[in-house]
């Protein structure tokens, strides 16, 4: 789950990706979990899903109720029709607990509630009791749409909440994100969270969040997406402090595919970054958060936003700290360089002590290479990084599918065949590398028995070699 509230974070990716000057319409960064589709091949993550810790206690969960009710209905009767109408109890069995709690309360014994009774006699669990806790606040909350029944909150930041749902026409579970009220009269921002649903509506891939609806009920306005139990990268980093290269590689490709699709569809992200990033629990990558998306050919938007720079600032790219108008697909991949770093080396690329610093050192100092922070690194991963995160957009990879070649290369264990090489132009280089990899897919697997044509310049340069001999012999003749 992502949170953008309105504070740029000092740790990494601790939150925000409002824009770091001015101010961001409708853009959250609250997420979904997420997926399907296969990694790449070979690619076996040994990750895990994230601990859910602790289950809640009986006290705090019956704390929450109590700010729930406010004081109207006693907490006893909610939890009673939420464990009924859950499926947990029938009513005679929770009558009955209600009877012991009744007793115990005229002994003056120990002031048991119905949920420590219900717990006790194995009627429900904590993490049960808990997850009918977040779906009754859901509902009191107002947070009402046709079609959809509420399950309970996922998460929520400044510019967003977003809960757990059933969609009942379908029968599947869905993460809506909701508008806060204080935003709901807002012109701008209604609009930008318009432009999030839209955004996601319009790319169809399996690295993508998929977009399922977008509208307003009642005073609320919502945005219906996928679904999934998963986790961040971001988890994974906090909780494994690095991933091996092989995994890391795996899941770049797949965003980078992402991205690719993106593009081509003429939208750039502007916050790829580990919390925008999530792995389902079958190992698949899948992109977050199109929030900050903007259309390349949105040149109203570019004037608008022009001097101000959206992103967070632990993977914005120089040009977007700029804020300048044209904003381009290198962006993107700048980003992507800057979350495969701190993916591979266990720290960001670049840190300070405000955002403003990290901005500084984004714009002036030289990255270190990421195989000097974590010499276990290969030099093609490296190299890849580098290039990436070029201060100068020109000097990057010219789109996602030359950086996909170097990803796979070097994921074959092969150097990178498109870094830092100048020699001819991107285009040309990449052309050449998958012509050369479509021909290998032709030659023979017995290349010894297999019959060869013979190389017509080595013929002539035989042929040359032998005319010469004959003639220096035959002068040699002469003279003798």
């Given amino acids: 789950m992502t949170d953008n509230s309105g504070s740029i974070p000092l740790k990494p990716d601790a939150g925000d990706t409002n824009p770091l000057s001015g101010s961001r319409a409708g853009s959250s960064g609250d997420t979904a979990r997420m997926g399907s589709k296969a990694g790449d091949p070979g690619a076996t993550p040994h990750l895990v899903a994230k601990d859910p810790g602790p289950a809640p206690s009986v006290q705090s969960i019956e704390s929450d109720l109590q700010e729930v009710a406010k004081g109207g209905t006693n907490v006893d ?77 996922l998460g929520a930041g400044a510019m967003a909440t977003v809960h757990k749902a059933k969609q009942l026409s379908l029968d599947r579970v869905v993460a809506i994100k909701i508008l806060p009220r204080k935003f709901s009269s807002n012109p701008q921002f209604i609009e930008r969270f318009y432009a999030e649903g839209r955004a996601a509506a319009a790319l169809n891939h399996p690295n993508i969040v998929q977009a399922y609806d977008v509208g307003k009920s009642g005073e609320f306005h919502y945005f219906v997406m996928e679904f999934v139990d998963g986790r961040t990268v971001f988890d994974d980093i906090v909780k494994h402090k690095r991933y091996p290269e092989g995994e890391a590689i795996d899941v770049i490709i797949q965003i980078a595919e992402a991205l690719q699709h993106a593009h081509e569809k003429g939208l750039i992200h502007r916050d790829v970054k580990p919390k925008n990033i999530m792995i389902t629990r079958e190992g698949v990558a899948k992109l977050a958060d199109m929030g900050l998306a903007r259309a390349m050919n949105d040149k109203e938007m570019a004037e608008a936003e022009a001097g101000k720079a959206f992103g967070t600032p632990y993977y914005i790219s120089p040009e977007q700290i700029r804020g300048e108008v044209n904003i381009t697909a290198a962006a993107d991949i700048y980003s992507l360089g800057a979350t495969l770093y701190h993916m591979v080396a266990g720290t960001v690329p670049f840190d300070g002590k405000n955002p403003s610093a990290v901005m500084h050192k984004h714009l002036k100092s030289e990255l270190v290479p990421p195989d000097h922070v974590n ?33 796979r290369a070097v994921r074959r264990k092969e150097s990178p065949p498109l870094a830092h090489k100048d020699v001819l132009p991107q285009e040309d280089i990449s052309a050449l590398v998958e012509a050369e990899h479509a021909a290998e897919a032709f030659i023979p697997q017995d290349r010894m028995s297999a019959r ?29």
């Fill in 77 to 153: 009767t909610l939890v009673a029709r939420m464990v009924v109408d859950a499926g947990l109890a029938t009513s005679e069995e929770v009558e009955h607990c209600l009877a012991m709690v009744r007793q115990n309360q005229s002994e003056e014994q120990n002031q048991a509630s119905l949920m420590h009774v219900l717990v006790n006699n194995r009627y429900a669990t904590e993490r049960q009791l808990a997850r009918l806790k977040q779906q009754l606040e859901a509902e009191r909350s107002g947070q009402k749409i046709a079609g959809y029944k509420f399950l309970g909150k």
């Fill in 452 to 480: 060869r044509t013979p190389n017509p310049y080595l013929v002539l340069g035989l042929i040359v070699s032998l005319v010469v001999s004959v003639g220096f012999n035959i002068i040699l003749l002469m003279r003798g």
């Fill in 375 to 407: 010499p276990k690194l290969s030099a093609g991963i490296s190299e890849i990084i580098e290039m990436m995160m070029a201060k100068d957009p020109r000097t990057r990879y010219k789109s996602c599918k030359d950086l996909l070649i170097d990803l």
